[in-house]
């Protein structure tokens, strides 16, 4: 009891956000001196106050912090692909999978920062294969180039995770003219995944796990202005990206019925990434200051924010889960939007023909009725 006492004493020091000085200092002495003589009705009351509101964040922090995957599958003679994997919960994720035995290929548009991050993977999981291939997912040329340099060098693909993603920026566009955002996050994935599919069907039973955001939930396709030229709002951008890897999931799942690839697709919470990059390009400082608490509180860090993926991965309960919706670990309803099965029908042909797939790229996904 004890023990308890003192800790969340020290607890409640640390995380209470507004403790008085006063009384903050007669905590630390009576961490210090008395610590051996306290007992409950020997705290003075302003400070079990602060224990009290020490646990209530500590245990909110705690429920911020999500779910966290229990599978302990080895990944031993597997290979995966990690899209974005040199930063934020790629990378994290990358090292989860490279821990667990697999052969792990960090795509990524940066060769030096992902030789970086791969070195680093290979030192902190003990497995020397991990590899690095140029993927830049804002132009169609660099996907076709990356698929043609995996089918020539791989036998085989276990898991593909279309991790990588661009959040609220610019009025950009891709090298292929489309929305920044939709075409990173959504339809170089789509390019990748449709090339991809003989390698992943031919290693079956094989996973697709696309890091889609709750986001998707405050979107709509633009089916009338995709590109969003008639008015550019990256918020409505990023939205509108992320419902598509839901959509696109949904779709995507019930073309592989019976081909023993499964998709699914998550929310990975909010997570202290790089991602918010292109929000604030010079920090204004009184918002920094402001946000600071609040993020510490609910934000997860990297490690926790890769746990669904890793999920979505590995866990051997989902071996026949495929078309779902998972965060924190486990299957949510999408949006209404996300389910909305004509919506994903029309995204796919949309998509279909912006990326340009031939005749015989769309047979891969024909699967003869059963
Ligand atoms: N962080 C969150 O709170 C949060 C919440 C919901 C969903 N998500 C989703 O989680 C995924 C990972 O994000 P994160 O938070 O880990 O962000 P991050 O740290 O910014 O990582 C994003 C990764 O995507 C890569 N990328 C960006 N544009 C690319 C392109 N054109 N081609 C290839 N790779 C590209 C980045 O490469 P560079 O380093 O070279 O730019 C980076 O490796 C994203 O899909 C994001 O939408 C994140």
């Given amino acids: 009891m004890r023990i308890i006492l003192v800790g969340l004493q020290i607890l409640a020091e640390h995380i209470c956000l507004n403790p008085s000085v006063v009384s903050e200092l007669e905590c630390r ?6 610590s051996s003589m306290l007992r409950t009705k020997e705290i003075p009351k302003h400070c079990l106050h602060q224990s009290h509101q020490g646990i209530g964040l500590i ?3 705690r429920w911020f912090s999500g779910g966290v995957c229990k599978s302990k599958a080895r990944l031993d003679g597997k290979t995966v692909i990690i899209t974005g994997a040199n930063t934020g919960i790629g990378k994290e994720t990358a090292k ?3 821990q667990r035995g ?3 290929i960090l795509a990524c548009r940066d060769l030096e920062k992902a030789s970086k991050a791969a070195d680093e993977i290979r030192k902190d999981s003990g ?5 690095v291939q140029k993927l ?3 132009s169609l040329q660099s996907v076709r180039s990356f698929v043609d340099r995996i089918t020539e060098t791989e036998t085989h693909l276990d898991i593909l995770i279309n991790n990588a993603g661009i959040m609220w920026c610019p009025k950009w566009k ?3 003219g489309f929305e920044m955002q939709f075409g990173v996050n959504h339809l170089g994935h789509f390019l990748l995944t449709n090339l991809l599919l003989d390698l992943l069907k031919k290693s079956a039973p094989s996973r697709i796990v696309t890091v889609a955001s709750l986001a998707h939930s405050r979107g709509k396709i633009h089916f009338d202005d995709i590109n969003l030229d008639n008015f550019y709002d990256s918020a409505v951008g990023y939205s509108q990206s992320k419902l598509a890897n839901v959509l696109f999931t949904r779709e995507l799942a019930k073309k592989l019925k019976g081909t023993g690839v499964t998709a699914n697709c998550l929310h990975p919470g909010l997570i202290m990434t790089d991602l918010g990059r292109h929000f604030m390009s010079t920090p204004v400082i009184w918002l920094t200051v402001l946000l600071t608490p609040i993020t510490a509180l609910t934000f997860k860090n990297r490690w926790q924010g890769a746990q669904t993926t890793i999920h979505c991965a590995v866990a051997e309960e989902l071996d026949n889960v495929s078309g779902q919706y998972f965060s924190d670990c486990a299957v949510k309803d999408a949006a209404p939007q996300g389910r909305d099965d004509e919506a994903a029908k029309r995204l796919w042909e949309l998509s279909v023909t912006m990326v340009g797939l031939d005749e015989s790229e769309r047979q891969k996904l024909h699967v003869p009725k059963s």
Avoid at 29 to 34: A, H, L, N, R, V
Avoid at 127 to 131: F, I, R, S, T
């Fill in 174 to 176: 891709t090298e292929d």
């Fill in 102 to 104: 697999a052969r792990v």
């Fill in 136 to 138: 830049d997912l804002a």
């Fill in 59 to 61: 245990l909110l922090r």
């Fill in 96 to 98: 989860n999978l490279a």
């Fill in 127 to 131: 497995n020397g294969n991990v590899l």
């Fill in 29 to 34: 002495q009576m961490t210090s001196s008395q």
